[in-house]
Every structure is written in structure tokens, then in C-alpha cells.
């Protein structure tokens, strides 16, 4: 049996907002089990948990040169 998806789920577009990363990025996140996404009907979302704890392993744009 599969567990429900967490409450806490966001599109792919939002998600890809919160991450400044294309909706393609998450997909291929996605693919390699980096960011679990829950079908739901026909669409793929994300939880926002797992999308923050994502943001922090991302490092800053623009950092030193």
C-alpha cells in the first residue's frame, strides 16, 4: 500500500518559484529521487517541506568571486 502524500503540497510551478529553478529542474529532480513528488490525478506536486529543505542545500546566486 502507498502511504497518502503529506498536506502540505505545492504545483511544480510554485515549487520552481520558491527555488528559482525551471519546473523541468524538479522533474529531473524528481526523476533521481532528490525531491519525492505525489501524483495527484494528473498532476505532479511537491511537498513545501521537502522544497524548503531543498532551498537550503542550494547555495545562494551571486555569492563570492
Known amino acids: 500500500m502507498v502511504p ?3 498536506a502540505d503540497l505545492i504545483s511544480l510551478t ?3 518559484r520558491r527555488l528559482a529553478i ?7 529532480m524528481i526523476d ?11 498532476l505532479i506536486k511537491v511537498s513545501a517541506r521537502d522544497v524548503d529543505r531543498v532551498a537550503r542545500r542550494i547555495p545562494p546566486a551571486g555569492g563570492t568571486a
Open 14 to 16: 510554485d515549487a520552481g
Open 4 to 6: 497518502p502524500p503529506p
Open 32 to 42: 533521481r529521487g532528490e525531491l519525492p513528488g505525489y501524483r495527484v490525478g494528473r
Open 22 to 28: 525551471s519546473r523541468r529542474t524538479l522533474r529531473r
